[in-house]
């Protein structure tokens, strides 16, 4: 069993921060990477950023220079660190793993149920 499990939401001004935590726990072997998506009401889903094991990042253009992501893999812990916050980024936030259980385990997505950031103008 694999879980997921976001922190650090919450409602904020714009222009103001807020730091996302994403927990996997359970039976994990390996992370391949960690990535974050959000969902806007009305919207389709959208990646935001990803995390590979070795540490690449790679950021959605409209959060480019502003969100950064990073990554524990002591802890099988990401985080965003959301910066100068815009009301256009009022979403849910959810994390997202590629993670093998066990050796020769086939690599799977795992997902969080979310966690809502409200940015107000």
């Known amino acids: 069993q694999v879980q997921l499990v976001e922190s650090g939401g919450g409602l904020v001004q714009a222009g103001g921060s807020l730091r996302l935590s994403c927990v996997a726990s359970?039976?994990?072997?390996?992370?391949?990477?960690m990535r974050w998506y959000r969902q806007a009401p009305g919207k389709q889903r959208e990646w935001v950023a990803a995390?590979?094991?070795?540490?690449?990042?790679n950021y959605a253009d409209s959060v480019k220079g502003r969100f950064i992501v990073s990554r524990d893999i002591a802890k099988n812990t990401a985080y965003l660190q959301m910066n100068s916050l815009k009301p256009e980024d009022t979403a849910v936030y959810s994390c997202?793993?590629?993670?093998?259980?066990?050796?020769?385990?086939?690599?799977?997505?795992?997902w969080g149920q979310g966690t809502q950031v409200t940015v107000s103008s």
């Open positions: 997202n793993a590629a993670l093998s259980r066990w050796p020769g385990d086939d690599e799977r997505d795992y």
């Open positions: 359970g039976r994990i072997f390996s992370i391949a990477a």
């Open positions: 995390i590979t094991k070795s540490g690449s990042t």
